[in-house]
């Protein structure tokens, strides 16, 4: 079963000393913009290898709160979570990571938080109208 995070618990996060990873799954609607400090890995490069790969980096460096989204977090966001979540159960079962989804993706999350540089970086206001 999935765990979703609400964009505002996103903000929390920024705001606490906690360690946590941002994964943007979205594909070449990437270029939009992104959340500040998150990681991008397009959906169709996200296979089992590179979750692994992806798992064991997050480990060394201590992170345990691993956040998965895309557009919408309706279907790239949930399925990157769910491969994570899987590949880290079967290879690496006494790892401990909290992984959740980003609840209306990078759309909501953007829409609720534009402006807020300490929040999204490269963003273009052409592409105002996608994110309604």
Request: aromatic share 12%; charged share 30%; hydrophobic share 35%.
């Amino acid at each position: 079963m999935l765990t979703y995070l609400t964009g505002d618990e996103l903000v929390q996060l920024f705001n606490s000393d906690e360690k946590f990873a941002i994964i943007d799954v979205r594909d070449d609607d990437w270029v939009q913009g992104n959340i500040k400090g998150s990681m991008h890995i397009p959906s169709a490069q996200f296979d089992h290898t590179r979750a692994k790969k992806l798992a064991e980096e997050l480990e060394k460096r201590n992170i345990s709160t691993v956040i998965f989204h895309c557009h919408f977090s309706q279907q790239r966001g949930p399925s990157g979570a769910k491969k994570f979540s899987n590949v880290v159960e079967w290879e690496m079962p006494n790892s401990k990571f909290d992984v959740r989804v980003l609840q209306g993706g990078w759309g909501d999350f953007f829409r609720k938080n534009k402006g807020n540089d300490a929040l999204i970086e490269r963003h273009d206001d052409h592409d105002e109208d996608y994110y309604y």
